[in-house]
């Protein structure tokens, strides 16, 4: 039934086709739940339109080429679903057409680049110099813009921004450092103009997007009477927090509902450790005890505690006027317990060694500053390696040296994979005890957890 139905392009639902000025790296759900949806919402959206370029999932570019950019936002919230077309990405690009990419980053009337890379990009990317030195093409996101960057130089088109939106603390100069770092390996004029004409603006943000699903797919063409290949499933809620100076321009997302500050650090380390943070320590220990969704883990009170203690602590260090700590977590039990959203604890468990980098660490070295042990810290850090000691296999960015860690056994496996968030704290044998201890409550994946899982709703 559902071929008969037309496939969703602009005949379909006429949207204006706005001219390019965003460039955006990284085209997946995230992306498009986020800032694909403010972009949309700005009042000034006729005039702003994205071209966003695949990085890990080059075949989601062909799919939305195929529908002219567009694509279906299912906002899914506890009392139903509402159905919205987004229209503001104008063009869909495999990243790996860097001509194209360069093409746009050099062209004046493009005022800001937003990247959504993951935050396992943004380290340095050695073998990126070398082809850029060569004058081949680079393979990275962060390699890629540089030519980009090179080009805009050379053809004197003027200051932009570039917008980070992973989910890193201090992410603008993070992106600053990392872009700096490569483009001084190839040319430090190049550098130099980067460091006066690139802006870098530094964001928290914030929509849990889970993974589309074939039902999700099959719903839209039920529900929209149109067929969309690549619709996008959110929860209602959106925060979208940036600080920095966008000297060609930006859409006015404000009237979208984001917010500009001077100073962006309390904001970020909210939603780092509350909400990221609890997400961690409901991925490992959740799946340890036999949960998939985040709201099945939420729902299970050991899971529950882990997390609360962990705001708890989180919360001391949190200081910043106007935070709203006790709404914003009463917020989150809120959006976790969504049961209509299944957000899996597998796609959150992946690539620990830099997440929990920005979730554990920042606070556990507070705690102990502040002459605590930081253990509800310390348990996120052992619930994650009593998880990848049952699953090896666990995406990474560093997966060869957790697999070593791996090999070794007791205090000393602990150590290792410390180590590779925390090199300072690896060697302070009172935390590596600590983490050690706490991983034994969670090593049996035998408990009972189905028993509880419908217990405390949040
Ligand atoms: C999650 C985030 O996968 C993860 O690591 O913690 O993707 C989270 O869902 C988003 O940051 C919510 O805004």
């Known amino acids: 039934m559902t071929t008969e139905l037309p496939r969703l392009n602009r005949d379909v639902a006429p949207d204006r086709r706005a001219p390019v000025r965003i460039v955006h790296l990284g085209l997946g759900a995230f992306h498009r739940s986020h800032q694909a949806w403010f972009t949309q919402h700005a009042g000034d959206a006729g005039e702003w339109g994205i071209a966003s370029f695949t990085g890990r999932r080059p075949d989601a570019a062909e799919v939305l080429a195929a529908q002219d950019g567009l694509f279906t936002v299912v906002e899914r919230s506890d009392s139903g679903d509402t159905f919205e077309v ?23 009337q493009t005022a800001v680049v937003t990247l959504t890379i993951t935050e396992a990009a943004y380290g340095f990317a050695a073998d990126d110099v070398t082809l850029l030195r060569a004058g081949e093409k680079p393979t990275t996101p962060l390699g890629r813009l540089v030519l980009g960057l090179a080009a805009r ?35 430090a004029g190049l550098a130099d103009w980067i460091d006066t004409s690139v802006s870098f603006v530094s964001t928290s943000v914030d929509r849990i997007t889970p993974r589309t699903t074939p039902e999700d797919v099959a719903l839209v063409s039920e529900r929209c009477r149109y067929r969309d290949a690549a619709p996008v499933v959110a929860e209602p809620f959106r925060n979208w927090v940036l600080s920095g100076d966008f000297p ?38 959740g799946q340890l005890r036999g949960h998939t969704t985040v709201a099945e883990a939420l729902a299970d009170p050991v899971c529950l505690q882990a997390v609360e203690e962990f705001w708890d602590e989180a919360s001391r260090h949190l200081d910043g006027d106007g935070l709203g700590i006790p709404e914003y977590r009463a917020a989150l039990l809120d959006r976790f317990g969504n049961s209509r959203i299944a957000h899996h604890l597998a ?112």
């Not at 001077?262 to 997400?279: S, T």
């Open 347 to 458: 796609q959150i468990a992946t690539d620990a060694s830099t997440k929990l980098r920005m979730r554990a660490i920042p606070v556990l070295r507070a705690e102990r500053e502040a002459g605590r042990s930081g253990e509800a810290a310390a348990r996120m850090i052992a619930v994650w390696a009593s998880f990848v000691g049952a699953n090896p296999g666990l995406q990474d960015p560093q997966s060869d040296a957790v697999a070593e860690a791996n090999n070794l056994a007791g205090g000393e496996r602990i150590a290792s994979l410390l180590a590779l968030l925390d090199a300072e704290l690896a060697l302070e044998p009172a935390i590596v005890k600590l983490v050690e201890d706490l991983s034994a409550g969670f090593e049996r994946a035998e408990v009972p957890a189905r028993a509880t899982a419908s217990g405390t709703a949040a």
């Open 86 to 108: 987004v229209g503001s990405i104008v063009e869909a690009v495999d990243g790996a057409n860097v001509d194209r990419l360069v093409e746009l980053v050099a062209a004046p």
């Open 248 to 285: 060609a321009g930006r859409p006015r997302w404000e009237d979208a509902g984001a917010v500009f500050v001077d100073h962006i650090e309390p904001y970020e380390n909210r939603k780092l450790w509350l909400l990221n943070g609890a997400h961690s320590i409901l991925a490992y220990a």
């Open 153 to 187: 130089r050379d053809s004197d088109a003027g200051s932009l921004a570039v917008v980070s939106c992973d989910n890193l603390s201090d992410n603008g100069n993070v992106a600053r450092r990392a872009v700096a770092d490569l483009a001084r390996g190839v040319d």
